[in-house]
C-alpha cells in the first residue's frame, strides 16, 4: 500500500518530506470537512441475512501465505502464491492475465488473477485485493499484502457455497487479486505502483466489462488487531454509506469510517477514474504512528482473526444488500 493525498500534498512534496502515508496527518479541516459522506438522501437499503466468513480459517490462510516468506514480484515466492491463490479458488472462473510491466526500474513479470462468480442478475460487484508483497527484505506483509488475499480467499468461500447450479443468486462477483501495487520504488507516484489495477481497469474499459460493474470495494491492510478502517475522501458516498449500513446489523459499527485522513491513493484509483463507484477499506493506523507499516514488524502476530471477520463479513453483508437492490 499505499498513500495518502490531501489538500497539503504537494507543499509536502515540494518540502522534501513526502512520506507515504505520512501526509495524511496534515490534512486540512477543509479536506476533512469535505469527506464526510453525504448525510442528505439517506438510501433505504433492504434488510437481508447475509453469511459469514470463517475467519478462523482466513487468518490461517494469512499464516500460510506469510509461511511462504517474502513474496516481491519475480521471486519463486510470489510463484508459489499464485498457485496457492488459484488453487483454493475452484468452482470459479479465472480470468488470467500475465503481462510484463515496464516500470522505471526495468521490466517485471506481473499478473493479474481474477475469480468469476456468475450471478442471476445484470451486473458485476468486484472485490479486490493486491497480493504482492513490497521488495524490502525479510518483508511478509501479513497485514499489508497477504490479511486482504487471505480475505478474498475466504469470502470465496461462502460465495462457492452458496451458489445453485453454477450461480449466485444475485449479481455477478468477482474476486480481483492485483500484482504489483507496491511501488518498485520507495513509495507510490505517478509512474511508478498501481500496476496491477490501473492495467485491469483499461482492459475491462476496452471490453465493455467495466460498464456492468456497479460496485468495485478494494480491502487493503484489514487484519490489524486494533480495527480502524478510515473514511477515504476518494471513495465513493454511496458506497460508504452502504458499508456503514452493513456493519450495523452486524454491530461492526465502530471499526468503520470513525476517521478521516483525506484521499487515499490505492488500487481503487484506476477504477474510480473510469466512472466505476468504488470504496477502499483500509486501516492506515498500522502500529502506533503507523510503525508497523512497510517493516519486517508487519507478521501475523498484529492481527487478529476477528479484524478479518469484520470486514469479511461487511462486505459479504454489502453484496448481499446490493443483490437485493
Ligand atoms: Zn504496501
Known sequence: MTRIAVVLMLAVALAGCAQDGKQG??????????????STAKIEWPRVAAPRIDQNRAFQYVKELCAMGPRPVGS???????????????????????????????????????????????GVIVLGSHYDTKMI????????????????????????????????????????FFDGEEAFGANIDDADGLYGSKRLAAKWKQDGSASKIKAFMLADMIGDKDLDLLSDTNSTPWLLELITA?????????????????GIIDDHIAFKDIGVPVVDLIDFEYGYQNA??????????????????????????AVWMLDAR
Open 25 to 38: 496527518d496534515k490534512a486540512t479541516p477543509a479536506a476533512q470537512a469535505q469527506s464526510a459522506p453525504a
Open 76 to 122: 519463486a515466492a510470489h510463484k508459489k502464491m499464485e498457485d496457492y491463490i488459484v488453487s483454493h479458488l475452484q468452482g470459479a472462473q479465472i480470468e488470467d492475465d500475465r503481462f510484463v510491466q515496464e516500470a522505471p526500474q526495468g521490466k517485471y513479470p506481473l499478473r493479474n488473477i481474477v475469480a468469476k462468480f456468475p450471478g442471476t442478475k445484470d
Open 137 to 176: 527484505p525479510g518483508f511478509v506483509g501479513a497485514n499489508d499484502g497477504a490479511s486482504s488475499t487471505a480475505l478474498l480467499l475466504a469470502i470465496g468461500d461462502q460465495l462457492r457455497a452458496n451458489m445453485k447450479n453454477g450461480k449466485r443468486d444475485g449479481l455477478s462477483v468477482w474476486l480481483a
Open 246 to 262: 452493513a456493519a450495523e446489523p452486524l454491530g461492526n459499527q465502530s471499526h468503520f469510517f470513525t476517521s478521516q485522513r483525506g
Open 292 to 317: 508497523f507499516w512497510h517493516t519486517t514488524e508487519d507478521t501475523p502476530d498484529k492481527l487478529s482473526a476477528k479484524s478479518l471477520g469484520v470486514v469479511g463479513d461487511t462486505m459479504l453483508q
